[in-house]
């Protein structure tokens, strides 16, 4: 009886786990927060942010071009997380990252077109 209790505890806490990569960890405005702040240069990161940060210029200049599908779906998910948690704060990450407006368009068509060339989103540049 034991057993079948510690099974049941164990798959309680796997089913819940957040593991899936498609749960959108930027949905936690915390979470939304310190990152961005993070990629500003307004707050600490963590190495992976920093990692992650010290790329982001050269993915926001090729479009993404060398960005894996998971680094596909971490930048949109933070980009969707945007919309609920501070719009304000992607926009002076774009000004950072793309001061003259000139890789934001193709860099925000390429995180959100699927890697069969289907958008996942209805998406207009301009």
């Not at 034991?2 to 930027?26: H, Q, Y």
């Not at 600490?44 to 596909?72: H, I, M, W, Y």
């Not at 926009?91 to 995180?111: A, C, M, R, T």
Request: include cysteine; glycine fraction near 4%.
């Amino acid at each position: 009886m034991k057993i079948i209790l510690v099974i049941c505890g164990i798959l309680a806490v796997a089913v819940t786990s957040p593991t899936d990569i498609n749960e959108n960890r930027f949905n936690d405005p915390v979470v939304y927060r310190a990152t961005a702040e993070c990629f500003l240069d307004k707050g600490p990161c963590d190495e992976g942010l920093e990692l992650f940060k010290s790329q982001l210029p050269e993915l926001v200049r090729t479009a993404c071009a060398t960005c894996t599908n998971r680094q596909k779906l971490y930048l949109r998910q933070f980009v969707d997380s945007s919309f609920n948690n501070d719009i304000e704060l992607l926009n002076d990450l774009v000004n950072k990252y793309d001061p003259d407006n000139i890789y934001k368009g193709p860099f925000f068509e390429s995180i959100y077109r699927r890697p069969s060339g289907r958008w996942s989103v209805s998406f207009q540049s301009g």
